[in-house]
């Protein structure tokens, strides 16, 4: 597979950062948190490689859904019993949604858990995508998939902290608008944890 220059060495350093992360979780001996209320699920963050600089791809679900209706998303979903592993269910769940399929994907590493306010503890998937794309969203859940500029996400000036009050406290959340998508919640939670990983706040 061959990438530019630039992406070559950020996708590197992404996937030294990941499998550096993971082993501290594996090393690490911290409380166990109880997810006994929480469905495990996975999404894949899905980086495409353009000439012009890597993009990250999203979809945008559709208005009738149960559980984030009309919200920018990652591919993903629940865990299944017959899922190998969190890797297997995002690989599943996006070419269940979009049409790419698990060999058009390379897969950089995991991140750590993301718990969200719905009930979800959500295990991130880094892969990169080999363009060209062959996409076919699922109309029923994908109203529509695009690319984000990966520099724009990187970039913390657009990251933007909001609260709201929410069931009886107040929660915090991060927000990335870009251009018409208004990017947020477990979504930008997750991207801003990402960019975390790539490029460590001093």
Same mark, same amino acid.
Request: no cysteine; charged share 25%.
């Given at each position: ?20 992360? /993971? ?5 690490? =001996? ?5 997810? /006994?209320?929480? =469905? ?44 190998? *592993?969190? !890797? ?9 949604? =979009?049409?790419? =399929?698990?060999?058009?994907? !390379?897969?950089?590493? !995991? ?5 969200? *306010? ?28 695009? !690319? ?17 009050? %929410?069931?009886?406290? %107040?929660?915090?959340? %991060? ?8 990017? %947020? ?18």
């Amino acid at each position: 597979m061959t990438y530019g220059v630039d992406a070559t060495l950020e996708l590197d350093r992404l996937r030294e950062r990941l499998a550096a992360a /993971s082993a501290s979780r594996d090393a690490a =001996t911290a409380t166990a948190r109880d997810g /006994s209320a929480l =469905t495990a699920a996975a999404v894949l963050v899905p980086l495409v490689v353009r000439p012009f600089g890597l993009q990250v791809l999203l979809t945008r679900r559709t208005a009738h859904l149960h559980h984030h209706p009309g919200q920018i998303s990652f591919p993903g979903g629940r865990i299944e019993p017959d899922d190998a *592993s969190p !890797e297997s269910a995002a690989l599943r769940e996006t070419e269940e949604e =979009t049409g790419l =399929t698990p060999a058009s994907v !390379e897969i950089l590493g !995991e991140m750590s858990e993301f718990d969200t *306010s719905t009930g979800f503890r959500v295990t991130p998937v880094v892969g990169v995508v080999r363009p060209p794309l062959a996409l076919r969203p699922d109309p029923f859940e994908v109203a529509e998939v695009f !690319e984000v500029p990966f520099s724009f996400l990187l970039d913390r000036a657009n990251h933007q902290r909001h609260e709201v009050f %929410w069931r009886g406290r %107040w929660r915090h959340y %991060w927000a990335m608008p870009w251009g018409d998508y208004y990017i %947020w919640g477990a979504t930008a939670g997750i991207l801003r944890a990402l960019v975390d990983v790539l490029v460590p706040e001093p």
